[in-house]
């Protein structure tokens, strides 16, 4: 059973168009599990426009952000297989097709995304061209490169990533996951493109970019997380 996790909030512009390239890709016994943060806007309206049966929708009715609310959506999953998906994205056809095979072998794989701007035209540069992410351990530590929503990992991992840090400013849902599988499971980084990713002055997050983060921040973010990483060795 595959879950893919959605976290919305005001979502309404782009959510129909994602879901709908999500979809074709899931049998009858898979499951879309949102989690919307209080949207204002006709996001819920669209989503429920596809009278999908393997669509569920939770409002999260914790602590709102980003972070939380994927938090929120990973908390309902039920499938062995989990995909994180943003709002805004559109998938490749065959990206559930490709990560099930490379996790027949491996906990985690993240790929890398073709860059769309807000009218979903390519700007001709992908993620990992423009990030120039590091690989290992210390490399993620130093610069965390990858994005939440290229993730696909097995359901094992939350026994350990569940719950989140609450410092959600030093360890965000796409950092956390990787580096809990970075430190304890196996993880695949892969060159491939199977997204298309968003960039738009409404993104709620920042594609693991820090660059004007002070040093200070940097230095308490690495602590936080070590720290973090460590608490959880016996957790399972």
Known sequence: MISVCIATFNGEKYIKQQIASI??????????IISDDGSTDNTIQEINSFE????????NEGKHGYTPNFENALKHAKGDYIFIADQDDIWYSNKIKYSIEILKNYDLVTTDATII???????GET??????PKRGFIGNLIKFGYLGCCLAFKKKILKRAIPFPQKHKYCTHDNW????????YSVY???KKMIFYRRHSQNASTGAQNRHASFSFRIAYRLYLCYQLMKIKQRH
């Open 117 to 123: 701007n807000a009218d979903g035209k390519e700007t």
């Open 189 to 191: 980084i892969s060159n």
């Open 127 to 132: 993620f990992y061209a423009a990030r120039k």
């Open 23 to 32: 979809l074709p890709q899931l049998t009858n016994k898979d499951e879309i």
């Open 52 to 59: 999908s049966p393997i669509i569920h929708i939770y409002t």
């Open 177 to 184: 996951l990787f580096m809990v599988a970075q430190t304890y």
